[in-house]
T-cell receptor, first 118, second 113 residues
Framework: DAGVIQSPRHEVTEMGQEVTLRCKPI?????LFWYRQTMMRGLELLIY????????DSGMPEDRFSAKMPNASFSTLKIQPSEPRDSAVYFC????????????????FGPGTRLTVL | DAKTTQPNSMESNEEEPVHLPCNHS???????IHWYRQLPSQGPEYVIH???SNVNNRMASLAIAEDRKSSTLILHRATLRDAAVYYC??????????????FGKGTKLSVKP
């Protein structure tokens, strides 16, 4: 399997522009997670989906952020308008399930998208 | 959420064993102990997890104290490729469903040749 695929790997944009990050989870995985990593705040969960349905978006910073999962093999995280404080590495992860203690809840992370907002 | 405490950094020599400690004194009876690591410029990757008994896999061993208030990740022979930030995470068990991964600051492991 190719693992979790994210694009683009690097994005540089100007303040006020719309940014769209993309993720393709591992085939067959029912859960998809979006994380953000910064030096100040570390790794934070933004939102996660189960069977394409958003379950918990309590980590989404504000209304400028939105995430969608139109089908089982694709998700987007959109920032509109972008601000310099959104600069971070954004990771997508997927897992087979969420059953406590089993191996199905192991999360597999993509390589991340490094976003720089000037 | 129950918290974990890890040293900020540790050093090891190549081909020597490494013991990475984690304190979790407020762990509840159903919390699982998970370890992930993040290599430079990569996303985190799963290492190992356990509940009460010690666990071994091809990457590492996990030793869990009898009172479960601490655990130790053991890399039996460190290689340069093991240089990474290691995260110890408690995952709450909600009636069989696993809680979210909440990453702390982790331990940055340096491996010297």
């Amino acid at each position: 399997d190719a693992g979790v695929i994210q694009s683009p790997r690097h994005e540089v944009t100007e303040m006020g522009q719309e940014v769209t990050l993309r993720c393709k989870p591992i085939s067959g995985h029912d859960y998809l997670f979006w994380y953000r990593q910064t030096m100040m705040r570390g790794l934070e969960l933004l939102i996660y989906f189960n069977n394409n349905v958003p379950i918990d978006d309590s980590g989404m910073p504000e209304d400028r952020f939105s995430a969608k999962m139109p089908n089982a093999s694709f998700s987007t995280l959109k920032i509109q308008p972008s601000e310099p404080r959104d600069s971070a590495v954004y990771f997508c992860a997927s897992s087979l399930g969420k059953i406590a203690g089993g191996s199905t809840d192991t999360q597999y992370f993509g390589p991340g998208t490094r976003l720089t907002v000037l | 959420d129950a918290k974990t405490t890890q040293p900020n950094s540790m050093e090891s020599n190549e081909e020597e064993p490494v013991h990475l400690p984690c304190n979790h004194s407020t762990i509840s009876g159903t919390d699982y102990i998970h370890w992930y690591r993040q290599l430079p410029s990569q996303g985190p990757e799963y290492v190992i997890h356990g509940l009460t008994s010690n666990v071994n896999n091809r990457m590492a061993s996990l030793a869990i104290a009898e009172d479960r208030k601490s655990s130790t990740l053991i890399l039996h022979r460190a290689t340069l490729r093991d240089a990474a930030v290691y995260y110890c995470i408690l995952r709450q068990n909600y009636g069989g469903s696993q809680g979210n991964l909440i990453f702390g600051k982790g331990t940055k492991l340096s491996v010297k040749p």
